[in-house]
């Protein structure tokens, strides 16, 4: 069965850091592309980043460019988003999310969510 | 960057209509488009993909329809079930984006 499940998310104060993470399991993680998507409370979904299976080339929404780094260990079956200089509206539940098919498509596994909340 | 318009925002039904839900793409964006659904306190559920293919699992009163720039999903009979909100999004390259949703209820 395929399972991702997000860990990290808490609260945090404005201008701090976090690092989420996702841990995959049920298929061959190295060869999908897995992304970051995002929720704010109330809100509809955002797209926030990608990271390429085999080529591990990286994708950024503009609302998160230069403040958050994706990344993953195949090794370890792990999807990570570095976030830094947070602000409040980067308040949401992150996604970690699984491509359909290795070289793209759709979403088809969801974890569950992690929530993070930018607050003083 | 190409931006994806759902209209409308939100509706209301009675059970067993027809409901129709539209997605609009700024450009061309071939037939690179997802439909999911998210019940409330849920996480988004994959109904439709390539515009037209329903996701293994998903029930057969739902489709799509639509290539280039306008997209369609119908709900041919709305269950109770079906109380939820619908994005599109885009997939063909980042950014992935989505519709603003259309949140559906039962009249």
């Known amino acids: 069965e395929v399972q991702l499940q997000e860990s990290g998310g808490g609260l945090v104060l404005p201008g701090g850091s976090l690092r989420l993470s996702c841990a995959a399991s049920?298929?061959?993680?190295?060869?999908?592309?897995v992304s970051w998507v995002r929720q704010a409370p109330g809100r509809g979904l955002e797209w926030v980043s990608t990271?390429?299976?085999?080529?591990?080339?990286?994708y950024y929404a503009d609302s998160v460019k230069g403040r958050f780094t994706i990344s993953r260990d195949n090794s370890k079956n792990t999807l990570y988003l570095q976030m830094s200089s947070l602000r409040a509206e980067d308040t949401a539940t992150y996604y970690c999310?699984?491509?359909?098919?290795?070289?793209?498509?759709?979403?088809?596994?969801w974890g569950q969510g992690t929530l993070v909340t930018v607050s003083s | 960057d190409i931006q994806m318009t759902q209209s409308p925002s939100s509706l209301s039904a009675s059970v067993g209509d027809r409901v129709t839900i539209t997605c609009r793409a700024s450009?061309?964006?071939?037939?690179?488009l997802a439909w999911y659904q998210q019940k409330p306190g849920k996480v988004p559920n994959l109904l439709i993909y390539?515009?037209?293919t329903l996701q293994s699992g998903v029930p057969s009163r739902f489709s799509g329809s639509g290539s280039g720039t306008d997209f369609t999903l119908t709900i041919s009979s709305l269950q109770p079930e079906d109380v939820a909100t619908y994005y599109c999004?885009?997939?063909?390259?980042?950014?992935?984006?989505f519709g603003g949703g259309t949140k559906v209820e039962i009249k």
């Open positions: 390539g515009a037209s």
């Open positions: 450009q061309d964006i071939s037939n690179y």
């Open positions: 049920g298929f061959t993680f190295s060869s999908y592309a």
């Open positions: 990271i390429g299976g085999s080529d591990g080339s990286t």
């Open positions: 999004q885009k997939y063909n390259s980042a950014p992935l984006t």
């Open positions: 999310a699984k491509r359909r098919i290795p070289g793209g498509s759709a979403f088809d596994c």
